[in-house]
Each structure stands twice: as C-alpha cells, then as structure tokens.
C-alpha cells in the first residue's frame, strides 16, 4: 500500500519570504502521479500543482514549484514571494497507475501561516 | 474549469433522522466519485469510490448499510448517512474524476454534518 508523510503538521512564514514543505511517500510502483493540493479556511480543495513520476522536470506553476527526486520518493513543495492568501493546509497525494486504481492517497497536512 | 456543486453546504439534523448529500459535476463526466470524510485539523480519509451505474466500493471500517452511495448518472453522486448519529457529525468532501481527463480530480466544496 502506498503511504504519504508530511513530516511538518505546521509552518509559518513572512509575507514576501519562500518556505519549503516537505512530502514523502512510499510506493513500489513505477508509474504514478503527485499533487499538492491547499485547502485554505473556506475548506475548499484546490489543486497547486502536479507532477508526473516519468518526467524529470520538476513542474512549476508561477510561485509555486516542486523539488521532485524520484530516487529518494520525496516531493516538497516551494512557495516563492509568500502572500497572505497562501495560508492554508496544504496536502500531499499520491496518485498509482497500477494497484491502487484512480484513488487518491493524502498526507496528514502541513497548516501554512503566512503572517503580515 | 471543472465545477463540482456539492449541497446542502452545512446541515443539521436530529439524532436517529438521515439526510442525503448530492455532488453534481456542472460541466464535465463525473465517471467516478470519491466520497471523503474530514475532522478538524486532520486530512481526507477516503470513505468510498463509486463509478456510474456500479456499486460503491467501501474502505475498510466504513459501514455500507450507514453510508449509502448512489452514483446512477455521470453527473450525479449522493451519499445518504442514515439514522444519523452525533459520532457521524463531520465535514464530508466529494470529488469527481473524468475519465477523459488523465489526472484530474475536482473537489466539491464539503458539507459540514452535525447531528444533535
């Protein structure tokens, strides 16, 4: 069974600064796909960013980007020129192509403050 | 973008009563559903994965006969909690997955259940 670790349940950050979240996993499948999804106080999932296993180019989608290393099954996420607006629980999922079908597999949640 | 309308947004309901969930995917083939359940300050726990005109498939430790899904048309999902207890009260989370789309997965915006 594949298994997701946020080792941070909480971080904060000065507003305009860049903060690194931290997401391992666990898998023995080759091919598969990575999220980071925010769920700012309105509870409201949404997606960040993505990645699939077989590219090597770590996705980047404006300010927020992703340090991909297949080998050691780590994913962070790096949110660069911190706003007020990013402060939320950001979650990491894994997604298998093989055994585990279409679902999703999360992390327990880092809670991101960002503070003026 | 993709749009999941999920209603009633918070309900409250009396101890022993049942009261139903819908998501509806605005624009797109909900092919499958993903059914979740959240407590404060903790990550989605998935309850059930359904796909059109299919059977819910249950997670281990989730009662079937308490948490009825129905999934009869591709934009259309229901979960109905019956005989409601205050241990059910919790933020439920559907999510649609098209078939079309490789990786995509659109989140409804929860329903806060509180049973009294």
């Known amino acids: 069974a594949q298994t997701v670790t946020q080792s941070q349940p909480e971080m904060s950050v000065q507003e305009a600064e860049t903060v690194t979240l931290s997401c391992t996993y666990d898998?023995?499948?080759?091919?598969?796909?990575l999220f980071w999804y925010k769920q700012p106080p309105s509870r409201q999932m949404i997606l960040v960013i993505r990645?699939?296993?077989?590219?090597?180019q770590n996705a980047t989608e404006n300010r927020f980007s992703v340090n991909f290393q297949k080998a050691a099954k780590s994913f962070s996420l790096k949110i660069s020129d911190s706003q007020l607006g990013d402060t939320a629980m950001y979650f990491c999922?894994?997604?298998?192509?093989?055994?585990?079908?279409?679902?999703?597999?999360f992390g327990e949640g880092t809670q991101l403050t960002v503070n003026p | 973008g993709a749009v999941v309308s999920q209603h009633p947004s918070r309900v409250i309901c009396k101890s022993g009563t049942s009261v139903k969930i819908e998501c509806r995917s605005l624009?797109?083939?909900?092919?499958?559903m993903f059914w979740y359940r959240q407590f404060p300050k903790q990550s989605l726990m998935l309850m059930a994965t359904?796909?059109?005109?299919?059977?819910?498939?249950?997670e281990q430790g989730v009662e079937k006969d308490k948490f009825l899904i129905n999934h009869a048309s591709l934009t259309l999902s229901t979960l109905t909690v019956t005989s409601a207890h205050p241990e059910d009260s919790s933020f439920y989370i559907c999510?649609?997955?098209?078939?079309?789309?490789?990786?995509?997965?659109?989140f409804g915006s929860g329903t806060r259940l509180t049973v009294v």
């Open positions: 999510s649609a997955r098209d078939l079309w789309r490789n990786y995509g997965y659109t």
């Open positions: 898998t023995s499948e080759s091919n598969y796909y």
């Open positions: 990645q699939e296993a077989y590219k090597q």
């Open positions: 999922a894994f997604r298998g192509e093989e055994t585990s079908g279409s679902r999703l597999t």
């Open positions: 624009d797109f083939q909900a092919t499958t």
């Open positions: 359904s796909n059109e005109g299919s059977k819910a498939t249950y």
